[in-house]
Nanobody, 111 residues
Framework: VQLVESGGGLVQPGGSLRLSCAAS????????LSWYRQAPGKGRELVAT????????TLPDPVKGRFTISRDNAKNTVYLQMDNLKAEDTAVYYC?????WGQGTQVTVSS
């Protein structure tokens, strides 16, 4: 199982980023996938979850209305669209599926 995140970077407050998580080594379309984040000095926090078919999506209140999770099972990829970013969104973002974690991608929101 391999999960590879990409798309992180430095963005100003109010800006947008789209993260991608490319999966391989398992039957991607059979598994739900979640995005987590970890800010410096804090624990890992669930950001979004999408079901195997993409029909069901769950996002916690801190990101609801600003973040969108989607998936393309033909490409074995899940996306996290992040809009109206805030300084408190600064963290390393990880994807998790099939019992495995990616290496993470850094998102920094700063002016």
């Amino acid at each position: 199982v391999q999960l590879v995140e990409s798309g992180g970077g430095l963005v100003q407050p109010g800006g947008s980023l789209r993260l991608s998580c490319a999966a391989s080594g398992f039957t991607f379309s059979n598994y739900r996938l979640s995005w987590y984040r970890q800010a410096p000095g804090k624990g890992r926090e669930l950001v979004a979850t999408i079901s195997s078919t993409g029909v069901s999506r769950t996002l916690p209140d801190p990101v609801k209305g600003r973040f969108t999770i989607s998936r393309d099972n033909a490409k074995n990829t899940v996306y996290l669209q992040m809009d109206n970013l805030k300084a408190e969104d600064t963290a390393v973002y990880y994807c998790n599926s099939a019992g495995s974690w990616g290496q993470g991608t850094q998102v920094t929101v700063s002016s």
